[in-house]
C-alpha cells in the first residue's frame, strides 16, 4: 500500500445491500454525497461534478468506473479539470451479518502536489472523513 494512500473505515450497522446502494444508487447519493447528474456501476461509465470546500473555490472533477465487484467493490478514477494529476477511489464493503464494514481507499492525491494547497492530502483526508464518519453515518443510522 502507497504510504500517500488514504484509507477511511467504518463499520455501519446496516447490511451490505443496504450500504452497496448508498454507495452506488444515484438518487441515495445525492442525499449524503455529491450531487451527480448521473452515475452507473458500469466499468468506462464516465461521471463528473462540481465540488470543493463551503464557500470556496470549486473544481470540476472528472471520474471514471474502472472496477466493479457488485455488491462489494467499485473503484473509479479522479482527477480534476485543467489541473495535473489522477488518483483512484476504491470502495470496498465486507459484509458483517446485520452490520457491514466500508473501508474507502484513495490512492494517488500526492499526484497533485503541484495543484495548489487545496489539494493538500489533509484535505482529502478532512473530506473523505466527512462523507465515511458523518455523511453516510446520518444516512444510513438515523437517530430515532
Not at 119 to 140: C, I, P, S
Request: aromatic fraction near 16%; charge should be negative; glycine fraction near 8%.
Amino acid at each position: 500500500m502507497n504510504k500517500d494512500s488514504i484509507i477511511v473505515e467504518r463499520t455501519f450497522n446496516a447490511p451490505i445491500t443496504k450500504v452497496w446502494s448508498a454507495i452506488t444508487n444515484n438518487n441515495e447519493m445525492k442525499v449524503w454525497y455529491f450531487k451527480l447528474e448521473a452515475f452507473k456501476t458500469n466499468v468506462g461509465f464516465n461521471f463528473d461534478f462540481m465540488g470543493g470546500t463551503e464557500g470556496g473555490i470549486q473544481y470540476l472533477h472528472l471520474c471514471e468506473v474502472t472496477e466493479v465487484v457488485e455488491g462489494k467493490k467499485i473503484t473509479y478514477s479522479w482527477r480534476y479539470d485543467n489541473y495535473p494529476g489522477n488518483s483512484f477511489v476504491n470502495w470496498e464493503l465486507f459484509d458483517k451479518g446485520e452490520q457491514t464494514l466500508l473501508r474507502l481507499t484513495h490512492k494517488g492525491v500526492e499526484t497533485f502536489a503541484e495543484a495548489g494547497p487545496d489539494f493538500a492530502k489533509a484535505n482529502f483526508v478532512k473530506g473523505w472523513t466527512y462523507f465515511v464518519h458523518t455523511a453516510l453515518k446520518e444516512y444510513l443510522e438515523p437517530e430515532s
